[in-house]
Antibody, heavy 121, light 106 residues
Framework: QVQVMESGGGVVQPGTSLRLSCVVSGFSFSNYGMHWVRQAPGKGLEWVAF????????YYVDSVRGRFSISRDDSESTLYLEIASLRPDDMAMYYC??????????????WGQGALVTVSS | SYEVSQPPSVSVSPGQTATITCSGAELGHRYVCWYQQKTGQSPVLLIYQDTRRPSGIPERFSGSSSGNTATLTISGTQVSDEADYYCQSWDPTSVLFGGGTRLTVL
């Protein structure tokens, strides 16, 4: 079955950088676009970034463009999210999720359990 | 891009029908998805392309769309359906979530 597992979260200081990883299994990773979605404590879902199946298209929410970078390693079935210059409002649970294949890229079909990023000095 | 809005809360009695609406300027031209998130859990896709259910989603969950408003309907609501529900739409380079609706079943 489809499995999505994030790692790399933790307590980080403002202004530092962080890399989140997401290892998947149960499907052909190279055939799917992938998303990162975050959720601040007690708040709603916020889409963060998308990378297409071949890595040629990368989309970001305006509030993170220039600080966040999404990438993928198909040989390792792994998705990444690099976050630079962390701010207090970046504190959130970060979900890795698979985009649609027979549906459409924006359909978020399968979600991981999330990686919690806490920004604190 | 545009905004997508939902009511913050909806209440329903067990066995009754719950309806959650989602509105946005472009929804008449864009498909909508719906997700369920129970407390402490990850979201689950309930509806895509306005009306379609992924395999494994109970038939009591249905979606519809008219004009710039999409609607999630839960028929015969169960206590276990108490959760946050999010609508989601898109434009060519972004995904947009509504603010979420807390469904209370009491």
């Amino acid at each position: 079955q489809v499995q999505v597992m994030e790692s790399g979260g933790g307590v980080v200081q403002p202004g530092t950088s962080l890399r989140l990883s997401c290892v998947v299994s149960g499907f052909s990773f190279s055939n799917y676009g992938m998303h990162w979605v975050r959720q601040a404590p007690g708040k709603g879902l916020e889409w963060v970034a998308f990378i297409s199946d071949d890595g040629s298209k990368k989309y970001y929410v305006d509030s993170v463009r220039g600080r966040f970078s999404i990438s993928r390693d198909d040989s390792e079935s792994t998705l990444y999210l690099e976050i630079a210059s962390l701010r207090p409002d970046d504190m959130a649970m970060y979900y890795c999720a698979r985009g649609g294949y027979t549906t459409s890229w924006y359909v978020i079909e399968n979600w991981g359990q999330g990686a919690l990023v806490t920004v604190s000095s | 891009s545009y905004e997508v809005s939902q009511p913050p809360s909806v209440s329903v009695s067990p066995g009754q029908t719950a309806t959650i609406t989602c509105s946005g300027a472009e929804l008449g031209h864009r498909y909508v998805c719906w997700y369920q998130q129970k407390t402490g859990q990850s979201p689950v896709l309930l509806i895509y392309q306005d009306t379609r259910r992924p395999s494994g989603i109970p038939e009591r969950f249905s979606g519809s769309s008219s004009g710039n408003t999409a609607t999630l309907t839960i028929s015969g609501t169960q206590v276990s359906d108490e959760a946050d529900y999010y609508c989601q739409s898109w434009d060519p380079t972004s995904v947009l979530f509504g603010g979420g609706t807390r469904l209370t079943v009491l």
